[in-house]
């Protein structure tokens, strides 16, 4: 009877222990960098927020060792970066541990739970295309330095099926964990390089609990901005102070057929493409055509002379901050916007012949 009792309490002991333990576990995270060599320096923790990046704590990593310890309230997405804001790791943080090792193909974060695994797959993507990058950008400066061009043309094409190949592992990884917020940060990480289109269809694929997680939001709001500036919207009206002194606003500007240019005074393309929309300026101005010149020069002086020396005869304003531009999603110039009456977009980034015909076609002539 006392050894049956004995065992009981020994195995009631053993069961607490283990809710001691999973407390210990689940109480704080710690990260334990073990990258050898004679690394050292100071590195942060930073980790992402609705308020922005917040830091989570500091240490100092000596002959490649290091540790951060603390507590977060659920995943969080951190970044261990160096004094010089260089990206070390990308941890999806919880109360958990990690271990950051130096393996074979780059930094390798080991532990968590499934919110880091799901991280690792995508990481393992990206880092394939980085290093095949890296190994084409050699070959194809070495081809490049002795004028082979079917061996550029060839590393070109190869390049392109490795993207392929990535995009198709990627996009299967989307499918398995499209319920997971690890999914939704990741679109995040890459959403200010995509367009409408390809955004929305990242953001319809997307499980409602990835949807409504602080990243599936972050999502939804860029879709609605990116939608807003897409051919059929309202353009978004904005108020802008010209060369001449004057105040004028998209929405104000007089006109049947309206058209934003884009450019700054470095851009050759941009200036090059000047004389062209000068001369459908002067075709079609009588008929209703008005222009709106945003240069995203960041030197005002530099902007002034280019308008002396391009005698521009449309209103020209300067966007310094780049919030106009930014706000339009201006990844590229020359970028044209062309409006109707209405300041409904009808085309963007059309040049040349393209360009006079829309104009005549909206104009009616």
């Not at 992402?48 to 951060?68: D, I, R, W, Y």
């Not at 070959?139 to 392929?164: D, T």
């Not at 198709?168 to 990741?186: G, I, N, R, W, Y």
């Amino acid at each position: 009877m006392k050894t049956v009792l004995l065992k009981k309490i020994l195995m009631l002991c053993s069961g607490l222990l283990g809710v001691v333990m999973m407390a210990r576990a689940q109480d704080g995270f710690k990260i334990t960098g073990q990258l050898g060599g004679t690394l050292g320096g100071e590195l942060i923790l930073v980790a992402n927020s609705a308020q922005g990046p917040v830091q989570l704590g500091k240490t100092v990593m000596t002959n490649g060792s290091f540790e951060f310890t603390g507590k977060v309230d659920g995943m969080t997405p951190a970044y261990v970066l160096t004094s010089e804001q260089q990206p070390v790791a990308t941890i999806m943080l919880e109360n958990m541990e990690y271990t950051i090792v130096a393996g074979e193909t780059g930094i390798e974060v080991r532990g968590g739970g499934e919110a880091q695994l799901i991280w690792n797959e995508f990481e393992a993507v990206n880092n394939l295309v980085r290093r095949e990058q890296m190994k084409m950008e050699q070959e194809a400066r070495s081809a490049y330095s002795s004028g082979n061009q079917m061996k550029l043309q060839a590393l070109q094409e190869q390049f392109q099926k490795v993207m392929e190949e990535a995009q198709k592992k990627q996009s299967a990884l989307f499918e398995t964990h499209k319920d997971s917020p690890v999914a939704a940060f990741m679109i995040v990480s890459g959403m200010g390089q995509m367009d409408y289109a390809s955004l929305k269809a990242l953001y319809d694929g997307l499980g409602e609990t990835a949807r409504q997680c602080l990243y599936g939001q972050m999502i939804a709001q860029q879709v609605e901005l990116f939608k807003q500036v897409e051919v059929g919207s309202v353009a978004p009206d904005f108020t802008v102070l010209t060369s001449e002194g004057d105040t004028v606003s998209l929405h104000g500007l007089e006109g049947k057929v309206k058209l934003i240019d884009f450019w700054a005074s470095w851009c050759a393309p941009c200036r090059a493409e000047m004389p062209n929309v000068k001369k459908v300026y002067k075709k079609f101005h009588e008929a209703g055509l008005a222009v709106l010149g945003v240069s995203i020069d960041q030197k005002a002086e530099d902007w002034l002379k280019a308008l002396g020396e391009e005698k521009l005869p449309w209103p020209n304003a300067i966007d310094q901050q780049g919030v106009i531009a930014g706000r339009y999603l201006v990844r590229a110039i020359p970028h044209t916007i062309l409006l109707d009456a209405d300041n409904v977009i009808v085309a963007k980034n059309l040049r040349g012949k393209e360009l006079e015909s829309k104009i005549a076609e909206l104009l009616g002539n």
